[in-house]
Each structure stands twice: as structure tokens, then as C-alpha cells.
């Protein structure tokens, strides 16, 4: 079956079985392999990739109902130039990453928060990440490179 | 590897063309809304369909309006549409009491409400805040469009009065238990193990009292303790026509306690489970007359 797809402004046509998951096509079609596959169950969040702009669970997405729709994976993060996202230059510096598996769900997920939340309280903060899974980092020091991202995005107007 | 079987794909261009793939195909075809049941059950190959029919880009089946004296949700609305509609939020509170506390929030970004409702997992949220809302949901077949109360929605685990060749389009929720009537309000309240999980158990409950604090309408819902339809009947039978006190609300708590039959699993045995049905109906009783009424809880 057809799939059209636009994965970070760039087009994409494949051909795939209908039951073919939307996390495999990003990996395995596209080469793409920043987004994660995890837990298979919607739940540990690692495959979390941007739907149409806001973020979904690709592992719970399949690829033809995508077919049509705009998908930004973590590749998609970096702006021109190879400049790294804000919230990739906080996790380096506060350390929001130990084995670094669930990173890009987290940063699919954070970006999204801060779009729309540019001073979010830890509160918010950890309610937002609370479909992703972290196993080594007791999640402190990702909250802080989210608050660390939101103060220098803010810092910077 | 978690895949499932080999299945068509079809996408509807409107709900008579999903209808009619539905019959042509027959019972082995399914409709996907936004998948997050379906999906991983046909990864565990608990559900296997031949033909998955997508009904994701019908504008018919989106919206939450008011529509005369209903409030209508559209079966494809995303949990997160309904969390973030300030109309469902004003009229019924309850609905994001229990929004914020299904899945999580990317979760909420793909999931609907009809297909949480259609799913029927005893543990589901939304059936028992639509139970106690005394909602109505619309189904449309090629016979036409019926209208089945929330009340007999429900067949049992898993199954529900929407048909083989039927669709959910939408639940409609009487504005006669609207919080923006004086004494009237609604909460919802869950306990669960982490974020995101199931309920061990939850409850909805929907009030009304007049100016004497006498109760004139009446919903309790119930999650996850196999009441039947999701309802806490005979407590509500109990309340509607009593005045509104703290040891009625208790009494209205125990009756719900002992009319409902948990199941023991991995999330509590069978006394757990039924002392928080009867503690968390006592306390979102509390919590809607607080939101009804402020001046009632120094009484209560």
C-alpha cells in the first residue's frame, strides 16, 4: 500500500504492508533511526515523534494512517545549519541523559511543552513527560535541562 | 517484535462509506479511530480484523457544541480536545477530572473518546462519567441513526450496542446536570497505582440539590469494580429525594461498596477494591457539592 509521507520538510512515497507500525517506517524505510522503539505498548514513550504537530506514540500509529501527514522526528530538531536545539544543548549541559534511549521521546515531548508553554512549572513540566519512561536519571536532571531550555529560550527573547 | 497479522486498510470518506465497508466486509472488519486499544490488542492478536477501516479524516464525527439542550461530543474527539474544551470543562467538571487522569498526555493526543467508549474495558474512564452523566450515544447504521442511553450501552466486557455494520458518531449529555445550574455540579476521582496506569478503582458523581439541599438528580459511576453499566444505582436511588448530608453521602458510599463485585488482580484484592468504590463515590459526591454549592459544606 501507498505511503506519501513528509518526514522533517523532506517528501517520502514507499510502499508497505498495511500492518507495517509508523516507529518501523521512520527506522527501517526512512533510515531514521533517532526515534526509538521501546516498550511496543504506548507507554515507555521513546518512539514519541510530532503527528501533524503534536506528539504521538509512532509505536501505536501505523504507517498508512500517516500517509498525508507531516511527521517531525528528533532529526528534525536541529535547525539549519546543524545549530542544535535549545532543549539539546540544556540536556547536554544539566546532564538529562544517562544511557540516552528515551532522550529523543523526551525531547519530541519537551519541544512541544515549551511551543506552547514558554515558562511551564516543574509541576507542568513532569506532567507533561509523564508518558515517557526514564530508567536511569530518577528524571531530576531532565526537568531541569526542560527548565533550563524554558529560562534560556526566554533569556534569549 | 510486536506486529500484528496481515490486515486490509481502507479509509472512509464518510460515515455511509464506512458503513457500507463495514457490510461488505462483515463482522471481521473494524473500524480504527485513534488505534490505542485496537492496535496493541491486534499485537497481541486479541483482536485479529481483516479489514481495519479508518474513520480518522471524518469532520462529521469531530466537535464538542452545544446543540439545543445536549452537549454533543463527536466520537473522534481526542482526549486532549475534550481536556482542553473549556465548554465540556464548564458544563460537566467531571469530564476533566477524568481526562486528566487517562493515560498521558501523548497518549491523550491520539486517543478518542469514542473509541475509549466502543473499547469498553471495564477499566475505562469515561463509561462510568458517562453513566453518570445519563448520556446518550448516537449510533448510525444503514437502517438509519439510533439513539441508545449510556445505561444500556454496554453488553459487558468488550461489548457494546454499536453493531458489526455500526458506527459511534457522537454522545449527547442532557444540560439538565449542567454545573452552570445553581446547585448542580459533577466530579470524578481515581485511584491508580502510577501515572498514566488503570484505575484500581474510580468513581463519577453527578448532583443536584435545591435550595432546601434536598436531592433532586442523582449519577454515580463507577470504574474498574464490575458494577453493572458502570452505575451505583441503588445508592443513587437511595440519595435522590434525601437531603443532602454527610451521613447520607456516607450511607450513599457503603450502599455503592456493597453493590458492586471487584475481581481480584494484580492491582488489589477484592476488600480493597470495594472499600474505594465506596470511599471514592463518598468523596466525588463530596467534591461535586463543593462545586455545586459552596455554602453547603460547612453542613456536610
Keep these: ?157 | 517484535m510486536q506486529v500484528p497479522a496481515h490486515f486490509e486498510y481502507q479509509r472512509a470518506t464518510s460515515v455511509e462509506d464506512a458503513i457500507a465497508l463495514l457490510e461488505r466486509y462483515g463482522p471481521e472488519s473494524r473500524i480504527v479511530a485513534g488505534g490505542h486499544s485496537l492496535i496493541p490488542m491486534m499485537k497481541l492478536r486479541l483482536a485479529q480484523p481483516e479489514l481495519l477501516v479508518d474513520i480518522n479524516g471524518l469532520a462529521d464525527l469531530g466537535g464538542i457544541s452545544l446543540a439545543g439542550d445536549v452537549l454533543r461530543i463527536g466520537a473522534m474527539v481526542r482526549h486532549a480536545e475534550l481536556l482542553a474544551s473549556v465548554t465540556a470543562g464548564t458544563h460537566f467538571p467531571l469530564l476533566h477530572d477524568a481526562e486528566r487522569v487517562i493515560a498521558d498526555p501523548v497518549v491523550r493526543n491520539r486517543g478518542t473518546v469514542g473509541g475509549s467508549v466502543c473499547q469498553a474495558d471495564p477499566s475505562e474512564d469515561l463509561s462510568a462519567a458517562f453513566t453518570a452523566l445519563r448520556a446518550t450515544a448516537v449510533i448510525e447504521g444503514s437502517a438509519g441513526v439510533r439513539r441508545v442511553p449510556m445505561r444500556e450501552f454496554f453488553h459487558g466486557p468488550y461489548q457494546t450496542a454499536v453493531g458489526p455494520a455500526e458506527v459511534l458518531v457522537e454522545l449527547q449529555i442532557p444540560l439538565s446536570n449542567s454545573a452552570t445550574l445553581a446547585g448542580s455540579s459533577s466530579a470524578y476521582l481515581k485511584v491508580d497505582r502510577r501515572a498514566g496506569d488503570w484505575a484500581v478503582a474510580a468513581a463519577a458523581a453527578v448532583l443536584r440539590i435545591d435550595r432546601d439541599s434536598v436531592v433532586t438528580e442523582v449519577g454515580i459511576g463507577l470504574t474498574a469494580v464490575g458494577a453493572r453499566q458502570f452505575a451505583a444505582v441503588e445508592a443513587e436511588d437511595f440519595l435522590r429525594g434525601r437531603q443532602l448530608t454527610g451521613e447520607h453521602i456516607a450511607e450513599a458510599g457503603d450502599i455503592a461498596a456493597q453493590h458492586c463485585s471487584p475481581v481480584a488482580d494484580q492491582r488489589g484484592p477484592v476488600d480493597y477494591k470495594r472499600h474505594l468504590a465506596g470511599e471514592l463515590a463518598r468523596r466525588a459526591l463530596h467534591a461535586a457539592a463543593a462545586r455545586a454549592d459552596l455554602a453547603i459544606i460547612g453542613r456536610l
Aim: charged content about 25%; glycine content about 8%; aromatic content about 4%.
Design chain 1, 1 to 157: 500500500m501507498r505511503v506519501t509521507v513528509t518526514v522533517n520538510d523532506q517528501d517520502y512515497i514507499r510502499d508497505v504492508e498495511p500492518r507495517l507500525l509508523l516507529v518501523h517506517l521512520l527506522r527501517d524505510e526512512l533510515g531514521l533511526t533517532g526515534t526509538h522503539w521501546g516498550c511496543d505498548t504506548s507507554n515507555c514513550g521513546a518512539c514519541t515523534v510530532w503527528l501533524d504537530r503534536v506528539p504521538v506514540k509512532s509505536c501505536t500509529v501505523l504507517a498508512v494512517m500517516a500517509s498525508g501527514s507531516s511527521v517531525r522526528t528528533v532529526e528534525g530538531l536541529e535547525r539549519r545549519g546543524g545549530e542544535l536545539d535549545q532543549l539539546q544543548v540544556s540536556f547536554a549541559l544539566c546532564h538529562g541523559l544517562q544511557c540516552g534511549f528515551c532522550t529523543p521521546g523526551m525531547l519530541m515531548t519537551a519541544r512541544w511543552l515549551l511551543d506552547r508553554l514558554p515558562d511551564p512549572s516543574d509541576v507542568e513540566i513532569r506532567e507533561a513527560i509523564s508518558g515517557q519512561t526514564c530508567r536511569c536519571t530518577g528524571y531530576e536532571n531532565i526537568v531541569r535541562s526542560i527548565r533550563h531550555a524554558a529560562e534560556s529560550e526566554r533569556a534569549a527573547g
